[in-house]
């Protein structure tokens, strides 16, 4: 269940910006630094001493630049301003104004990029003076006052720069959305239309010309223009606020909610050369982190940990840059490198509660629930207002079939934040899992009554509906849900859910009929299919089951679960030849799937077709899968591919220990599959499967 932002002790939770998959804070990007503005004698006697030491030129006109107190500023970010400084002080000896324009410049920049606006708001004007057709200066000057929420100054900036660069899009584009802030839709009108056909810019047009076409009251217009801003940008979720009130406005307040439960975020975003200029100049710690958190919540993880990996070089003491690094290493599956980012910030700040609760949704993540608990529960030792911690914690003592204390944690979060829903939910089905479902119940269904979309509720309900034998009532429960309007995401787990759920209960026309309307609702899902694929081969489907896990992997490459299920289909029907160039290409794509590897490597070992079996291949990837987990199944196709090579001694060795363990078990079986190839292996024959 995805985890609600953490909360502080005195405050109200708000909405993540992360990724819903993920347990942790996305903290707001790092305040940047406010030294001391001191308006020193160097920069009011400057200009003077350059004229002294014979520079021959009236630099007067020019302003002295306030250069701050850079003492309390972290040291890597006070070397480059320095630096920077350093540079200017030497450049105005040069006679050529475009070099005294650029050193200004570059200087303005570094200041703007560690927002020390007033000093870079001096030097972009004393840049315009020496270069007055260089547009990036008051393209610059454009975006400080932009920034601070001077609209008039940013439009007259702008027009200056579009006036010296008027085929540049980035700066028709700060035009026009200053122009449409300021009230002033017929002006921008032109600019937005201009963008429509350049290249990077048609998701910012078309976002852009909705708005006006809202303003003025056409919303059928603007529904149109924002789904097209959102289908060519879908990382722009801060659309759908506005797409909202426009079919609030056409009476589609259904549609309305359906966009806002989205909870996304995300503005509208376009090339900009110079914006990302100044993006990746600062060097300090914090920079790296703001930078690194727009990655991560953009979805570039690869990105941000590079980013958070620079930003921990330049302060190995940064928390929160440890902490982001750590949940991006969870996004990348890398659950042993985020534990060893969280205990690296515990030993700088073993009382941080953040770092216990952030701990404790790695343990959650790699299924240790004894330690997630013990790591959430240090967490509201230290923070007892913890609503976030209370909540995970919750979540953990179900996972391990706490039910009480999951009870007992749930209701602490309501007491910390009473309109929290997914508390009350957890409550309810700590409640079910006790056995008091006519309570559970009741609150359940005054769940989903207030949000009838909220999936986990109607999948809670219909699972005691299921549990108290109304199977027909759970079935109905989830095919209404799959009818609402909401994202097809949902509705497709909502109805794999379901299928789930009543294949028990001797309901298996039930759960392919929920399958079958997955796929009908997702046709390009690779999980929809994969699911229905599943469920027909437990239906004993098998062509059609083939046929869906082999679309399934052209969809999604990644999906390894159906990789592994078609070619185990074709092997079991006897294609050994498709099933080892299906396996060639999967085990490609899945180096390190220990199933994909022991399938291969048994069927390199014992195939029945001669130009299918390759034994020394075989051992390579038995050994690999029984390297990564030796369990009795790994173990027996390592026998096997020994035997396959000649290796006879060794594969007897190998399948009479698998004897004894077998022996020790009930499983009669098992145990007479084993004695009868370690026969075969003794009489220094292969084990070799039956032909079709």
């Not at 600019?191 to 909705?210: N, R, S």
Request: charged share 25%.
């Amino acid at each position: 269940m995805p985890c609600p932002l953490r909360g502080r002790p005195g405050m109200r939770t708000q909405p993540s910006l992360r990724p819903k998959t993920s347990c942790f804070p996305i903290p707001v990007p790092m305040k940047k630094f406010s030294p001391r503005f001191q308006r020193s004698q160097i920069g009011a006697t400057l200009l003077i001493l350059l004229l002294a030491v014979g520079c021959g030129r009236d630099l007067s006109h020019l302003e002295p630049v306030p250069h701050p107190d850079l003492s309390t500023v972290e040291a890597g970010a006070r070397d480059q301003l320095e630096d920077g400084k350093r540079k200017l002080d030497k450049d105005l000896k040069d006679r050529d104004d475009a070099v005294v324009a650029a050193a200004f410049g570059s200087l303005g920049e570094l200041y703007h990029a560690y927002g020390l606006n007033e000093a870079a708001a001096v030097c972009y004007r004393n840049a315009m003076t020496m270069a007055p057709g260089d547009f990036a200066w008051p393209y610059y000057t454009g975006l400080l006052a932009q920034e601070s929420g001077d609209l008039a100054a940013a439009e007259q900036a702008f027009a200056k720069a579009a006036e010296l660069r008027p085929q540049s899009a980035p700066v028709r584009a700060r035009l026009a959305e200053v122009l449409l802030l300021q009230g002033r839709p017929d002006d921008a009108e032109p600019h937005f239309t201009v963008l429509l056909d350049q290249d990077g810019f048609a998701p910012l047009a078309h976002h852009g010309l909705a708005r006006i076409a809202a303003q003025r009251g056409h919303q059928e217009q603007a529904v149109d223009g924002f789904h097209k801003a959102l289908e060519l940008q879908p990382s722009a979720g801060g659309i759908r606020n506005a797409l909202a009130q426009s079919l609030r406005a056409l009476g589609r307040a259904e549609e309305a909610q359906a966009e806002l439960a989205k909870k996304e975020s995300g503005a509208v975003v376009f090339p900009d050369p110079l914006r990302e200029r100044l993006d990746t100049l600062p060097r300090s710690a914090g920079s790296f982190l703001r930078r690194g958190n727009q990655a991560l919540v953009a979805g570039r993880l690869e990105e941000a940990h590079q980013l958070f990996e620079q930003g921990k070089a330049a302060n190995p003491k940064n928390i929160e840059l440890r902490l982001n690094l750590a949940l991006t290493q969870v996004r990348r599956q890398r659950l042993d490198d985020a534990l060893l980012e969280l205990k690296a910030a515990l030993n700088i700040e073993p009382q941080n509660p953040q770092i216990h609760h952030d701990l404790g949704t790695t343990y959650m993540a790699k299924g240790l629930q004894a330690e997630a608990v013990a790591a959430f529960e240090k967490a509201v030792e230290l923070e007892p207002d913890y609503p976030s911690a209370h909540f995970n914690l919750a979540n953990a003592f179900g996972s391990s079939n706490q039910w009480a204390k999951s009870e007992a944690a749930a209701r602490r979060v309501l007491e910390l934040e009473p309109d929290h829903t997914r508390a009350r939910y957890l409550a309810a089905m700590a409640q079910h899992q006790q056995g008091r479902r006519q309570q559970a119940e009741a609150e359940l269904r005054r769940l989903l009554e207030q949000n009838p979309n909220e999936r986990i509720y109607r999948e809670g309900l219909a699972s005691i509906l299921s549990a108290t034998r109304r199977v027909d009532e759970a079935v109905e429960l989830i095919l209404t849900g799959a009818e609402l309007d909401q994202p097809k995401e949902e509705a497709v787990a909502l109805l794999n859910a379901g299928a789930k759920m009543v294949w028990p209960h001797r309901r298996q026309e039930d759960a392919i009929t929920m399958w079958r309307k997955a796929v009908e609702l997702d046709p390009e899902s690779s999980e929809a299919l994969t699911n229905l694929a599943n469920g027909l081969q437990l239906f004993r489907q098998q062509d059609e089951a083939l046929e869906l896990f082999t679309r399934a992997t052209e969809l999604d490459p990644q999906n390894a679960t159906a990789w592994l299920s078609e070619v185990n289909l074709r092997i079991l029907a006897g294609d050994h030849t498709t099933a080892k160039e299906r396996l060639e290409t999967a085990v490609e794509l899945h180096p390190d799937h220990i199933g994909l590897a022991n399938t291969f490597a048994r069927l390199l070992a014992t195939s029945f077709d001669p130009s299918v079996r390759d034994g020394e291949r075989a051992i390579v990837y038995a050994r690999q899968a029984y390297g990564q987990q030796a369990t009795l199944d790994h173990a027996e196709t390592m026998a096997m591919a020994l035997a396959e090579t000649g290796r006879f001694e060794n594969a007897i060795k190998f399948q009479r220990g698998l004897v004894q363990q077998a022996q020790a078990g009930n499983d009669r079986n098992t145990l007479r599959r084993l004695v009868t190839h370690l026969r075969l292996f003794e009489n220094r024959r292969p084990v070799r499967s039956k032909a079709p």
